[in-house]
């Protein structure tokens, strides 16, 4: 089923998402569901509180890239309580180009560390804990973001975010359009 995102400006997506239990109603379908809605809507991450769940749940397809990045063939993958645990700061920085299915229309340069340490349970909560670095460690990045309250325009130069403003203004106010099903505040 395609669920609704909600978008910039509702009260979920700036609240600390929480781990679930094995026990999480319907899990193995929400799951489903959040892969479908973040294809239809030509996403490459999803997290929970976009769907209105504040739950420590994203998923990811990187499986588009795959002509450029051979290892990303069929990459589709579920995260449960996904933790960073660790930054590599002898990899570095990077700077990438990101944008939001939360904020349709806006794409800005976000800064963030290439490569993470990230603890998380599999779709059959088996634990696991692993380096991870590339574009996926990006979008891992992007979507542990929307679990703490934070979206990657909080990691923008001010400079950038004042000339974004007005479009956030917009949002906020339902003020746009895209080609997926939202759930907009109003």
């Known amino acids: 089923m395609i669920l609704p995102i909600y978008t910039y400006g509702q009260g979920v997506l700036r609240k600390e998402a929480e781990d679930i239990t094995p026990d999480y109603p319907e899990l193995g379908e929400l799951i489903k569901n959040m892969f479908e809605t973040m294809y239809k809507s030509d996403g490459v991450g999803l997290a929970a509180p976009q769907i209105g769940l504040p739950i420590r749940v994203i998923v990811i397809t990187l499986d588009a890239l795959k002509e450029d990045f051979p290892e990303y063939a069929d990459f589709n993958k579920a995260y449960i309580n996904i933790h960073i645990e660790e930054v590599d700061k002898e990899a570095g920085m990077e700077s990438m180009e990101e944008g939001c299915l939360s904020l349709p229309g806006i794409h ?25 670095d590339g574009f996926l460690a990006r979008v891992i990045q992007h979507e542990t973001d929307h679990l703490e309250g934070h979206l990657f325009t909080d990691r923008i130069a001010p400079l950038r975010k004042q000339m974004i403003k007005k479009k956030l203004q917009n949002l906020s106010k339902g003020n746009f359009s895209c080609n997926y099903k939202v759930k907009a505040a109003r």
Request: net charge neutral; no cysteine.
């Open 108 to 132: 800005e340069p976000v800064k963030r560390p290439k490569r993470i340490r990230v603890t998380y349970l599999d779709e059959q909560f088996q634990a696991h804990d692993e380096w991870v």
